[in-house]
C-alpha cells in the first residue's frame, strides 16, 4: 500500500507560520511514501515569497521526504507584467523546481504532474497538446498493476465552488484533457486551486471521462479560506488502482486533526465509498 500526503496552496506570504511548522511535524511523524504540493507556493510569485518556499521545501527534502510538486497561478506574476509574460515560471523554476512535468514511480503507483498555469489567464488553467501526448505516453509504459496518478493544480473538470452549486471554469483544452486523461488510463487525479477538499467520480462531471476520481486539496496553510473550511490536507493509502482511503487532515486551531477514513471502491462500472469505523 502506498501512502501519499496530498498538500496545495500553501501561499507563502499569506501563510501561517505556525501551521506551516505543524505540516512538517505531521508528516514527519507519519512518513507517506510520497508528498504532493500541487500549486501556489507563494502568494504573488515574488522573490521573498519564493525564498520562503523553498526554504520549506528543503526542510521536507531534508527529512527524508520524496516529493513531487507542480506550479500554481499564483506563482506566475500577476503585478510584474514584463516578467509575467518573458519569465512567467523563473522563479518558480529557480527556487522550488527546474521540472514542469515531474514523474513518481515506485512498485504500487506512478505519478505525474503537469503545469496548467499559464501567463495569458489571471486564475484559469490550461493543457496544451504535447502535456496530453506527454501524459499519454509516460502513463502508456506503465504496468497495469500499479495506480497512475496525476497531479495538475488546476482540476480537468469545472468543480463546485460554492454553497449556491455555483461552477468553476474548466481547464482550457477540457474535452482533450478528459479524453487524454482516459486513453492513458489515469486512475486517480489530483488537483487544488479552489480551497476545497472534495471527491468525486469523473464520469459524473463529464461524458467519456474514464473510470478516473477526481480528488480536490484545500489549503494546506493559507490565512485566505473559502467557505468556512479550515486549512486542511489529504491522506491518501493506495491498494490498488480500483481501492483507496481518502482522510482529511484539518487544523483544529492547535493541531492537525485526522478526519473519518473514507474508502473508495471501483466496482466496474462506478466508484462507491463508505466511512470506515
Known amino acids: 500500500m502506498a501512502a501519499i500526503a496530498h498538500l496545495s496552496d500553501i501561499h507563502f506570504g499569506a501563510n501561517d507560520p505556525k501551521i506551516v511548522a505543524a505540516t512538517e511535524a505531521w508528516l514527519q511523524a ?126 480537468l473538470f469545472s468543480m463546485p465552488i460554492g454553497a449556491g452549486g455555483e461552477l468553476s471554469e474548466a481547464v482550457g483544452r477540457h474535452d482533450e484533457a478528459v479524453k487524454g486523461a482516459c486513453e492513458a488510463g489515469v486512475h486517480i487525479a489530483l488537483a487544488g486551486h479552489f480551497h476545497r477538499t472534495y471527491a468525486e467520480s469523473a464520469r459524473k462531471m463529464a461524458e467519456k471521462a474514464g473510470s478516473a476520481i477526481i480528488i480536490q486539496a484545500g489549503t494546506a496553510t493559507s490565512t485566505r479560506l473559502r467557505n468556512a473550511e479550515p486549512q486542511s490536507f489529504n491522506w491518501l493509502e493506495v491498494a490498488s488502482h480500483d481501492r483507496f482511503s481518502l482522510q482529511v487532515i484539518a487544523w483544529g486551531g492547535t493541531s492537525f486533526l485526522e478526519g473519518s477514513k473514507v474508502a473508495f471502491t471501483y466496482d466496474g462500472g462506478e466508484w462507491q465509498s463508505r466511512k470506515d469505523l
Open 30 to 155: 507519519r512518513q507517506p511514501d510520497l508528498v504532493i504540493i500541487s500549486g501556489d507556493f507563494t502568494q504573488r510569485a515574488r522573490v521573498s515569497q519564493f525564498r520562503q518556499a523553498a526554504a520549506y521545501v528543503n526542510r521536507l527534502r531534508a527529512a527524508g521526504h520524496n516529493l513531487l510538486v507542480v506550479p500554481g497561478n499564483h506563482d506566475v506574476p500577476l503585478y510584474d507584467v514584463v516578467r509575467r509574460f518573458a519569465a512567467p515560471l523563473q522563479r518558480y523554476k529557480r527556487y522550488i523546481s527546474n521540472d514542469l512535468c515531474p514523474w513518481f514511480e515506485n512498485d504500487e503507483i506512478s505519478v505525474l504532474g503537469i503545469n496548467t498555469a499559464r501567463s495569458l489567464t489571471i486564475k484559469d488553467g490550461r493543457i496544451n497538446r504535447e502535456q496530453i501526448a506527454l501524459m499519454k505516453g509516460r502513463f502508456a509504459a506503465v504496468s497495469s498493476s500499479k495506480t497512475k496518478i496525476l497531479v495538475t493544480h488546476h482540476p
